[in-house]
């Protein structure tokens, strides 16, 4: 991702897409702002979608003028979080199987870890118990860990 926005730019970014001057944001609104500022997210509609849903901490499906900092962190985050997500998905099927966690586990070099072990973890990220981990449950997973 380019460099952050400073405080002053975030201010001018929202002004600028908030077409009708109510000091809040639709979806498309931030879609086409972020869209400006960050081309390259043209392909990474999850990380928008994970970072528009955690700001908008009013929860009623706009983004204020006090949420768009925040929003803007955010994608930072999960930007971050859905670029390891696809370096684990090797066959780029927008989910990462057990051979494929498997893997990536081993070299992230986190601990040494049995078969089993290694898999107990990937039953507790893959939330849905579909035998696969989808992006929403891996950003769940970190960011709980991280508390």
């Known amino acids: 991702m380019p460099e952050k926005l400073s405080a002053e730019k975030v201010n001018e970014v929202f002004k600028q897409f908030d077409f009708n001057n109510n000091g809040i ?4 609104e931030i879609d086409n702002a972020v869209i400006y ?12 979608m994970r970072a528009y849903k955690a700001a908008d901490t009013s929860k ?13 962190e955010l994608l930072y985050y999960y930007n971050e979080l859905y670029d ?33 072990e290694i898999k107990e973890e990937f039953n507790k990220i893959d939330t ?17 860990s991280n508390e």
């Open 128 to 144: 849905n118990h579909g035998g696969y981990i989808l992006f929403d449950e891996v950003k769940l997973i970190i960011v709980f």
């Open 37 to 48: 500022l960050y081309p390259q997210f043209s392909d990474k509609k999850p990380v928008l």
């Open 84 to 116: 390891l997500f696809q370096q684990l998905d090797k066959n780029k099927d927008k989910r990462i199987t057990f051979e494929e966690f498997k893997k990536g586990y081993k070299l992230m070099g986190i601990g040494r870890l049995s078969n089993d």
């Open 60 to 72: 009623d499906g706009f983004i204020e003028r006090d949420e768009f900092p925040r929003l803007i």
């Open 25 to 28: 944001l639709s979806l498309a």
